[in-house]
């Protein structure tokens, strides 16, 4: 059974910055890839930053130079450092990743999102 638990959604005005966590948890062996995807209201889901087990990470073109993933491998844990957000970053965050766990082999997994608000 894995579970990935997700905080640090809020409210904040335009250009201000807010830090997502995502912990996964469970009879872990090991987790690879690991990430933040997004849905605004109205639109389609689309990723916001993908990063590997070495820590080599890919950002989706609207948030490039604003926004950092990172991760901590001991803790299975995945964070997305938002700066200078904007009104059109609003909407529900994900986060994503591939565990493998002592019973199953990789396999992926969605948190249950948590809620990103951007107004004045």
């Known amino acids: 059974q894995v579970q990935l638990v997700e905080s640090g959604g809020g409210s904040v005005q335009p250009g201000g910055s807010l830090r997502l966590s995502c912990a996964a948890s469970?009879?872990?062996?090991?987790?690879?890839?690991m990430g933040w995807y997004r849905r605004a209201p109205g639109k389609p889901r689309e990723s916001v930053a993908i990063?590997?087990?070495?820590?080599?990470?890919n950002y989706g073109n609207p948030v490039k130079g604003r926004f950092t993933i990172s991760r901590d491998n001991f803790k299975n844990t995945v964070y997305l450092d938002m700066t200078d957000l904007k009104p059109e970053d609003t909407a529900v965050y994900y986060c994503?990743?591939?565990?493998?766990?002592?019973?199953?082999?990789?396999?992926?997994?969605w948190g249950p999102g948590t809620q990103v608000t951007v107004s004045s």
């Open positions: 990063i590997d087990h070495a820590g080599s990470a």
């Open positions: 994503n990743a591939d565990v493998r766990t002592t019973a199953n082999p990789w396999q992926n997994y």
């Open positions: 469970g009879s872990i062996v090991g987790v690879n890839r």
